[in-house]
């Protein structure tokens, strides 16, 4: 059964910069796509960064060029690196398993989309 932890999460300020990452419990990475997704308060989830089996990452585009997803099967571990934050990148942040990268990121997630417990950052000053 697939779990996933995300950890990093805290206060920012505008600016700064930011590590996130999730590990998977009880199956390897290797064959997975994952990805980020973020819920701010009073918004739908979106989705931010996803990386498919062979490394190939794309990312929603408020977040290009700042956000940088990878990935150590190894360590059944994927990260999001964050910098540039800015006030509108506060909300939680899901790690997700079982994801498809398409350029829309409205259709990454599915039925079969494992989800983690959610990390919150706020960027404030």
């Known amino acids: 059964h697939l779990q996933l932890a995300e950890s990093g999460g805290g206060l920012v300020e505008p600016g700064g910069s930011m590590r996130l990452s999730c590990v998977a419990n009880?199956?390897?990475?290797?064959?997975?796509?994952m990805a980020w997704f973020r819920q701010a308060p009073g918004k739908e989830r979106e989705g931010v960064s996803c990386?498919?089996?062979?490394?190939?990452?794309s990312h929603t585009d408020p977040v290009k060029g700042r956000f940088t997803i990878s990935r150590d099967n190894a360590k059944s571990t994927v990260y999001l690196q964050m910098n540039s934050l800015n006030f509108e990148d506060t909300a939680t942040y899901y790690c997700?398993?079982?994801?498809?990268?398409?350029?829309?990121?409205?259709?990454?997630?599915?039925?079969?989309?494992?989800w983690g417990q959610g990390t919150w950052v706020t960027v404030s000053s």
């Open positions: 997700a398993a079982t994801v498809e990268c398409f350029d829309s990121t409205a259709t990454w997630s599915s039925r079969d989309t494992y």
């Open positions: 009880g199956v390897s990475l290797d064959h997975l796509s």
């Open positions: 990386i498919n089996m062979l490394g190939t990452t």
